[in-house]
C-alpha cells in the first residue's frame, strides 16, 4: 500500500479543493426542488465548477473495463446506491437524491464529497435512512486521528447502522484523494476495531457509507455504471474529505451550507482548526 503522505503545500491545494466541492454543493442546494431533472443537476454543477476556475473529476472518467462516465456530477435517487447517471426525468415529491462533487483544481488536487437531498415530503423511512446515514458518516470521522486505524472507522460505522436495522454496502468503499481521484488507502465502512492502516498525519481520504433500508446485496445496470440494491429498496450515502492532523481530523469540505453537524460529534475543534 502506498499512502500519498501531504505536506504544507499539499494540505493547502486540497482545502481549496475541498472548498470548492462543498461550494458547489451549497450553489446547486435551492434548486433541488419537485420537478427539476438530475441533468439539469448536472448542467448547474458544471456551471458552478467552472465558476471556480474548476472542472469535474467524473465527466470523461473511465476506469478499466468500464464505459467513459457521462455526467459531471453523480445523482442516484431512491434505489440508487451510486454512480447514477444524470437523466431527464423529473424528481417528485417523496424522491431521495444523492449528489456526489468531485472537481479537480487547475493545480490538480481533487475535492470530493455528497450530500443527500429529501424531495419534498418524504417518508419517514426514506428520512429516518437519510438521517442515520448522516450521522454513521460523522461516527465514522470521530474515530480519526493519529494512531488510530482504519478498523476504528469501519467498526463505528457498521455498528451503528447494523445496531438500527439498516445494512452496509461492502463493494465500494472511501478512498485516499489528492492529486489522484482514487489513491491508497481503502476506507472501508465495516470491520473490526484495531484493525488496518495506522492513521497519520497528512493522510486525506473521503468517508462515505452507502447504507441500504434492506439487505446490503447490490447490482450493476446494464449502463456499465450505475449500482441499485438488489431488493429495490431505498439506499443513502453521505461524503466528506478528511485530514488527519497532528491533534485529530480537519473536515476540509464543510462550507457555510454544509449540514448541521450531529451534536454528539466532540471534534469540531480540531475539524475548524
Not at 449528489?99 to 429529501?118: H, I, K, L, P, Q
Not at 485516499?176 to 497528512?202: A, M, N, R, W
Not at 461524503?239 to 476540509?252: I, K
Request: net charge negative; charged share 20%.
Amino acid at each position: 500500500m502506498s499512502i500519498t503522505i501531504k505536506d504544507e503545500a499539499g494540505i493547502a491545494g486540497m482545502r481549496e479543493a475541498c472548498r470548492i466541492a462543498s461550494q458547489v454543493l451549497d450553489d446547486i442546494t435551492p434548486h433541488i426542488q419537485p420537478g427539476i431533472t438530475t441533468l439539469e443537476i448536472d448542467r448547474l454543477s458544471a456551471e458552478s465548477m467552472a465558476k471556480y476556475g474548476t472542472r469535474s473529476a467524473t465527466v470523461g472518467y473511465q476506469p478499466p473495463g468500464y464505459p467513459p462516465y457521462p455526467g459531471h456530477v453523480c445523482t442516484s435517487v431512491n434505489q440508487v446506491v451510486c454512480h447514477g447517471i444524470p437523466a431527464d426525468k423529473p424528481l417528485k415529491k417523496g424522491d431521495i437524491v444523492n449528489v456526489d462533487v468531485t472537481v479537480v483544481t487547475a493545480d490538480g488536487w481533487y475535492g470530493d464529497n455528497s450530500r443527500m437531498f429529501e424531495i419534498g415530503e418524504c417518508s419517514i423511512a426514506a428520512r429516518r435512512l437519510c438521517a442515520l446515514t448522516y450521522e454513521s458518516m460523522w461516527l465514522g470521522i470521530e474515530q480519526v486521528r493519529p494512531g488510530a486505524r482504519l478498523g476504528d472507522i469501519g467498526h463505528a460505522i457498521q455498528k451503528f447502522i447494523e445496531g438500527h436495522g439498516l445494512s452496509v454496502v461492502r463493494e465500494f468503499c472511501g478512498h485516499g484523494i489528492g492529486q489522484k481521484f482514487h489513491e491508497d488507502p481503502q476506507v472501508l465502512h465495516y470491520g473490526k476495531p484495531g484493525t488496518g492502516e495506522e492513521l497519520v498525519p497528512g493522510m486525506t481520504f473521503t468517508i462515505e457509507p452507502m447504507i441500504n433500508i434492506g439487505r446490503r446485496d447490490i447490482k450493476e445496470m446494464p449502463d456499465g455504471w450505475t449500482i441499485v440494491t438488489k431488493d429495490r429498496s431505498l439506499s443513502a450515502q453521505w461524503e466528506h474529505t478528511v485530514l488527519v492532523t497532528p491533534t485529530g481530523y480537519e473536515v476540509l469540505t464543510l462550507s457555510a451550507g454544509s449540514p448541521a453537524i450531529p451534536e454528539f460529534v466532540k471534534g469540531m475543534a480540531r475539524a475548524a482548526a
